[in-house]
């Protein structure tokens, strides 16, 4: 394929032990350890009270880290076509809604329907922000956040518009935990635009791999675990080489057969 390329003006991250973009760059960088904590979902900025009470963690995790790429960009958050992309959804609603659909009453509120849609993040976002521009929200299971990356790329390559790729995923409780061990709450957000800007920290080029080869792993034992833990997370190895504020190529995960290649060209 042709590689498809974009700059990166905004970077945003919440995790396990990671709050916001400077304290994951310092942990990557080994600047800071990794301490372990859960993550700390804030109450999702913008939102009128009433739909910031209805929110979930997925859609928490979505926003924090949409919110901080953003502003960090300098751009209008609602002028900014967005992807969306996770291997599930709000697994703490699913579980409620499979045991109330168990019970001697299967009466679903409003509210745990609207939010059990694998959509929900977005359009939370597009009235926290009065985002018009449009919005796509894609799943890959471990590779969302090559997929979303992908398609990403793929916008800004052919609009030419700048454009708010946002990747997260949840935990579950069980038992659908045993089936999909997600350890904790990850987000990602990157602001892609087509051309370099006084905002510009990487230049990204990326490609499908023809044959076989490994996926980038992380040296930290710590951060390994972290990256394997979470689909989102799997974008740990772009982030080291940005915080590095180096030129590198990463593999990341996508299709079992065809993972991703990013190349990574420091501008800072």
Known sequence: MIPLRAYIEGIGVIGPGLADWPQAADVLTYRAPLHAARTALPAPAGLPSAERRR???????ALAAAHE???QSGRDAATLAAV??????????FHAICETLASDEPQLSPTRFHNSVHNAPAGYWSIATRAMAASNVLCAYDGSFAAGLLESLAQVSVDGAA??????????????????PID???????????????????????????????????ADAALEA?????????ALPLLEAIAASRTASVVLDYLDDMPLAVEIESIC
Request: charged content about 20%; some cysteine.
């Open 226 to 234: 972290l990256r394997v833990s979470n689909p989102a997370a799997r």
């Open 184 to 218: 904790d709450a990850f987000g990602v957000a990157l602001v892609l635009a087509p051309q370099r800007s006084e905002r510009s920290l990487a230049c990204i080029e990326a490609r499908l791999c023809a044959a076989p080869v490994s996926v980038s792993a992380l």
């Open 69 to 71: 790429a953003v502003a």
């Open 55 to 61: 929110t979930g963690p997925v859609v928490r995790a």
């Open 84 to 93: 969306f992309a996770a291997s599930g959804g709000d697994g703490g609603n």
């Open 163 to 180: 454009t708010l790729l946002v990747a997260y995923d949840t935990d579950y409780p069980e038992p659908l935990r045993s089936a999909r």
